[in-house]
């Protein structure tokens, strides 16, 4: 049998490096922070399409992370997607900020886009963002493309 | 028609051989639960085990972590630089690796090299009456034997497959980065804005877990109820690999479509 | 020889044992007296290993009573089981030596595993074990690497690194060449007396054990057919015992394994 001690420090040295590469997991992939779980409030945006938008979205304000999708429900009364948006509590929003779902890419995944607005009162937890733009259904653009070239045909 | 019937009754036998082998195998993972005090009061036991099933499986873990990862970054970036999106590339080797790669493939590779080891060495103690002969000794061994062999690969899974995991990262890195010039930045800062901590990392990590105490359950079951004779352990060898692989296959199915279901 | 005590160490009577449906044992008697050593003879697969882990209690008899200091070992918990056996020593058939450990762990394993003895009195202890049986100077010896009589004689000191009061030995002299047979009998018989405990030997070994047991049982078919001081034994006009000690091809035990007479066989093959 091999020496104890060697054998101790064999063990030692694996366990630190599994414990390091599982903290490169979680820190540098992750991006998972346990000091700084920074603190979030929540604000609701309705859209009458949503696409393909899903929960843990980025949400991004001039190209910048600022939170993510927190819940997607659909309103039974309006008809309308209503999207749980959960910003960190850092930045701040004035009431009249508009949400966009926008794409990265031609087909990369979808996020909401915030753009602030000049109002004095800002967003607080449990506000709603009155001014959306829902997603670009690329279907119904394709359709209104053809339809357009339709109709512009007769003109020629 | 004899031929159906009776290829219809092997099924048969081998189902319910199955079924009444799974229920001895709870049974037996209660047993070594119930004898795990002593190997977690001397540490040194399982610290031994530990050795044999995740130091000794650190090579191979290591090296073919980074050859899929290579992989991984050719095959991604062919297929994204079609879609003008190279840049993701990083979070395609991480999000597999992640979420399926780095558990499963980690998994097969530490039920052939540690589970297989386990099931030789403990079929060969009851081949040569050394288990027998500790029992004589009022040793119990599903405590001095078996309990820490479990234990060694519950905790040495998890680990080696985080190891696996950020090889594989490191050699998609290696192809995308320094090879085809992908810009640094782009690669990391895709990978973490895709990545969450814990529909991604931590379900990986809890699927390593899983599959560590299956392949480890398999492996010192197979080598405590083999036949103690050389053919015996052989067989049970044979066992320990097929058993586990198709466990962590179907274990994987189950528990990916309970975490990422519809997100 | 120590003379018998009145309270007998092991006494088993009337056991009846059988694998399944395989009746291996039926209507055994035996005695085993303080500070004696007892034989157990009889051909292969007539149930002597059997017979020892009836005793070791890791079989249990299908009936009758088998009693280790006058305990009934088939009635014990698995707690108690293990606290008679911290005092019982076992020789198996091929030693089972702990492959993965040398020769001093392997002697060392029991106190290690059974007293919190600090390491330097553990070392003095392991060593003076295997200077009884000669191998101190193998101490560092791995059991791959060790002959067969040596493995033996490494697995006696195991055996009885305890200081046991019950020593059961599965064949020591199987596989021995005549020297290294002669060195461990005589082992056996002065480990005894040392210890002052009791043994039971199985063995097919007649003159070795002629030579060095206070006891002997002849068992066959499942039953005890003789018994006997070593000189009655001598001294027997018993047909067994007979054809035993002369080492005789036929006799009370048939060459043939039972099977249809090979007359009837070949005239239906004729057919
Ligand atoms: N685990 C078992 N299952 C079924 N039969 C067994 C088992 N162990 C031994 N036997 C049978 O019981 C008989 C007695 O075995 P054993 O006590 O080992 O004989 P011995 O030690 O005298 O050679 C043998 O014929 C053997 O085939
Ligand atoms: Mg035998």
């Known amino acids: 049998m091999m020496n104890r001690t060697a054998l101790d420090l064999w063990v030692g040295i694996f366990v630190a490096i599994g414990f390091a590469a599982l903290t490169f997991l979680a820190m540098k992939v992750g991006n998972f922070s346990v000091f700084n779980k920074a603190p979030t409030y929540v604000v609701t945006a309705q859209f009458d399409n949503i696409g393909g938008l899903k929960v843990r979205a980025p ?51 979808q996020y909401i886009g915030l753009d602030a607005g000049g109002d004095i009162e800002m967003l607080r937890d449990g506000d709603r963002v009155m001014l959306s733009q829902s997603a670009v259904v690329l279907e119904k653009l394709i359709g209104q493309f053809l339809f357009d070239r339709a109709s512009e045909t007769p003109a020629q | 028609m004899n031929g159906l019937l009776s ?98 493939v980690a998994g097969l590779l530490f039920a052939s090299r540690a589970g297989s080891a386990v099931t030789a060495e403990i079929g060969l103690m009851k081949a040569t009456e050394q288990l027998k002969a500790m029992d004589m000794m009022a040793v119990n061994p599903l405590a001095r034997v078996v309990a820490p062999r479990f234990w060694g690969g519950v905790i040495s899974m998890p680990l080696l497959a985080a190891m696996f995991s950020t090889m594989g990262i490191f050699g998609g890195w290696l192809i995308a980065v ?51 004779t050389a053919e015996g352990v052989s067989r049970a060898i044979t066992r320990t690999v097929v058993t586990s692989s198709l466990a962590i296959l179907a274990l994987d199915f189950v528990l990916t479509s309970f975490m990422f279901r519809g997100q | 020889m120590t003379p018998p005590s009145d309270k007998p160490l092991v006494s088993l009577r009337d056991v009846h044992f059988a694998y399944g449906e395989r009746v291996v044992l039926s209507g055994i ?110 101490q560092a010896m791995r059991p791959g690497e060790l002959s067969g009589g040596m493995a033996r004689r490494v697995a006696l000191a195991r055996a009885v690194a305890l200081d046991p009061m019950l020593v059961l030995y599965d064949e020591p002299f199987a596989g021995l060449d005549p020297i290294s047979l002669g060195i461990v009998g005589q082992l056996i018989r002065r480990l005894n007396d040392a210890l002052g405990a009791s043994s ?72």
């Not at chain 2, 048969?12 to 070594?32: E, P, Q």
């Not at chain 2, 990545?195 to 599959?211: A, E, H, P, Q, Y």
């Not at chain 3, 606290?83 to 020789?91: K, T």
């Open chain 3, 200 to 271: 039971v030997m199985v063995t097919h070994d007649v003159h070795e054990s002629l030579e060095i047991v206070d006891y002997i049982y002849f068992v066959s078919n499942g039953r005890i057919v003789a018994r006997g001081t070593p000189d009655e034994i001598r001294a027997s006009t018993d047909p067994f015992v007979h054809q035993f000690v002369n080492a005789e091809a036929d006799g009370p035990v048939p060459f043939h394994y039972p099977a249809t007479p090979i007359e009837a066989l070949l005239a239906g093959e004729a057919q």
């Open chain 1, 59 to 109: 949400v991004k304000s001039a190209g910048v992370l600022v939170g993510r999708v927190s819940s997607i429900d659909f309103d039974a009364g309006s008809y309308r997607a209503v999207v749980g948006i959960e910003i960190d509590s850092r930045y701040e929003f004035p009431s009249d900020t508009s949400a966009a779902i926008l794409t990265s890419g031609l087909l990369g995944e």
């Open chain 2, 7 to 104: 290829a219809l009754r092997t099924v048969g036998a081998m189902t319910i051989d199955g079924i009444w082998r799974l229920g001895f195998a709870t049974r037996f993972l209660v047993a070594v639960l119930m004898h795990s005090g002593q190997s977690l009061r001397r540490v040194h036991l399982t610290i031994r085990e530990i050795y044999f099933s995740g130091v000794l499986s650190l090579l191979i873990i290591v090296v073919s972590g980074l050859f899929v990862g290579l992989v991984l970054g050719l095959q991604g970036y062919d297929i994204l630089q079609r879609y003008g999106s190279s840049e993701a590339v990083g979070v395609m080797v991480a999000l597999s690796l992640l979420r399926e790669l780095g558990p499963v």
């Open chain 2, 178 to 228: 320094p090879v085809i010039g992908v810009d640094d930045g782009a690669f990391w800062s895709q990978m973490q804005a895709a990545v969450d901590f814990r529909t991604d990392v931590l379900n990986g990590v809890i699927k390593s877990v899983v599959f560590g105490t299956a392949v480890s359950l398999i492996a010192v079951f197979e080598g405590y109820d083999c036949q103690p």
């Open chain 3, 29 to 138: 008697d035996l005695t085993v007296h303080r500070g004696q050593l007892v034989a157990i003879m009889g051909g292969s697969g007539c149930g002597k290993t059997t017979l020892l882990r009836l005793i070791g209690g890791q079989l249990t008899a299908g009936s009758g009573a088998v009693e280790v200091a006058g305990r009934d070992v088939g009635r014990m918990s698995e707690r108690e089981l293990y606290a008679m056996r911290r005092r019982m020593g076992m020789l198996f058939q091929f030693g089972a030596l702990f492959t993965d450990m040398s020769v001093f762990e392997n002697v060392a394993f029991p106190l290690r595993e059974h007293s919190a003895l600090p390491p330097e009195l553990v070392r003095d202890l392991v060593l003076m074990k295997l200077e009884a049986v000669g191998l101190r100077g193998a």
